[in-house]
Antibody
Framework: QLQLQESGPGLLKPSETLTLTCTVSGGSISSTGHYWGWIRQPPGKGLEWIGN???????NYSPSLKSRVTISVDTSKSQFSLKLSSVTAADTAVYYC??????????????WGQGTLVTVSS | SSELTQDPAVSVALGQTVRITCQGD??????ASWYQQKPGQAPTFVIY???NRPSGIPDRFSGSSSGNTASLSITGVQAEDEADYYCNSRDSSGREWVFGGGTKLTVL
């Protein structure tokens, strides 16, 4: 059974770079047809897609975050990571990682990690 | 603002049927996927398209689509179905993905 687990610091200061890692177990991060993505959820608000990467290196980012985001895949460690630069309080959120698959014309986010809260505060 | 629009809140009596909708121009070309999120938990995948459910999701959950609207229906709602529900699909450009704003389902 595929499982994903986020890890990284829970508290950052404004202007710092957020770095999170998602460790994939129970399956291959190099499987064809699957992307690896990040989604966030500010406290009390809805879900926001951040971006995703394919194990061969291609990436796709939300236009609103594109200038600050980098997602990469490390197949040797079965991990993928999120870097978000120049964070502000508006980046405070629970960050989730997920596997993304294309099913017909739909994109399916499954499974999800448990999520990790990142707080940006001086 | 999201390119997929959901009603913020819907309520339904126990055992009745409820439909949760998701509207957006991209839904004319792309199917939606749906997610359930209970308080303090990560979202879980419920269904995509019409009746494509993962194992473990009961068949009282079904999907449908018409024009620019995708719907998630729950027949014979149970107390444990009370949760937030989110739709997802492509944006209008087709290059990015977007979630709807979410619908809080209350079971009366």
């Amino acid at each position: 059974q595929l499982q994903l687990q986020e890890s990284g610091p829970g508290l950052l200061k404004p202007s710092e770079t957020l770095t999170l890692t998602c460790t994939v177990s129970g399956g291959s991060i190099s499987s064809t047809g699957h992307y690896w993505g990040w989604i966030r959820q500010p406290p009390g608000k809805g879900l926001e897609w951040i971006g995703n990467a394919y194990y061969r290196g291609s990436t796709n980012y939300s236009p609103s975050l594109k200038s600050r985001v980098t997602i990469s895949v490390d197949t040797s460690k079965s991990q993928f990571s999120l870097k978000l630069s120049s964070v502000t309080a508006a980046d405070t959120a629970v960050y989730y990682c997920a596997r993304i698959s294309q099913e017909d014309t739909a994109m399916v986010f499954d499974p999800w990690g448990q999520g990790t809260l990142v707080t940006v505060s001086s | 603002s999201s390119e997929l629009t959901q009603d913020p809140a819907v309520s339904v009596a126990l055992g009745q049927t409820v439909r949760i909708t998701c509207q957006g121009d991209s839904l004319r070309r792309y199917s939606a996927s749906w997610y359930q999120q209970k308080p303090g938990q990560a979202p879980t995948f419920v269904i995509y398209g019409e009746n494509n459910r993962p194992s473990g999701i009961p068949d009282r959950f079904s999907g449908s689509s018409s024009g620019n609207t995708a719907s998630l229906s729950i027949t014979g709602v149970q107390a444990e179905d009370e949760a937030d529900y989110y739709c997802n699909s492509r944006d209008s450009s087709g290059r990015e993905w977007v979630f709807g704003g979410g619908t809080k389902l209350t079971v009366l």
